[in-house]
């Protein structure tokens, strides 16, 4: 079954970067959409950003302007570019895959571990 391995994480200072990474394993018969989400302690988890099958990009306000994502489809890796980094940005961040792993299979969300992100002077 698909798994979701994600890395990349750490402690940053203010203004740095960090990219994260997230690879799917296992075969995958189609990608709808691959996202990153946060969840900053005592607060709802939130999209951070997105990319659907066609190439298409969403970005939190929060973030919009400093993060990147980005996709490699034959590794079926997602990446999240962090560029500028501020202590809000602190938060374990979980990679999601909206995948369908066979012809027959339903459409599924998969979740990483999660990766912390820590961002402090």
């Known amino acids: 079954q698909v798994q979701l391995v994600e890395s990349g994480g750490g402690l940053v200072q203010p203004g740095g970067s960090l990219r994260l990474s997230c690879a799917a394993s296992?075969?995958?018969?189609?990608?709808?959409?691959m996202g990153w989400y946060r969840q900053a302690p005592r607060k709802q988890r939130e999209l951070v950003a997105a990319?659907?099958?066609?190439?298409?990009?969403t970005y939190a306000i929060s973030v919009e302007g400093r993060f990147t994502i980005s996709r490699d489809n034959a590794k079926n890796t997602v990446y999240l570019q962090m560029n500028n980094l501020k202590p809000e940005d602190t938060a374990v961040y979980y990679c999601?895959?909206?995948?369908?792993?066979?012809?027959?299979?339903?459409?599924?969300?998969?979740w990483g571990q999660g990766t912390q992100v820590t961002v402090s002077s």
């Open positions: 999601n895959g909206d995948l369908q792993t066979s012809g027959l299979g339903y459409r599924k969300n998969y």
């Open positions: 296992g075969s995958i018969f189609n990608i709808y959409g």
């Open positions: 990319i659907t099958s066609g190439g298409s990009t």
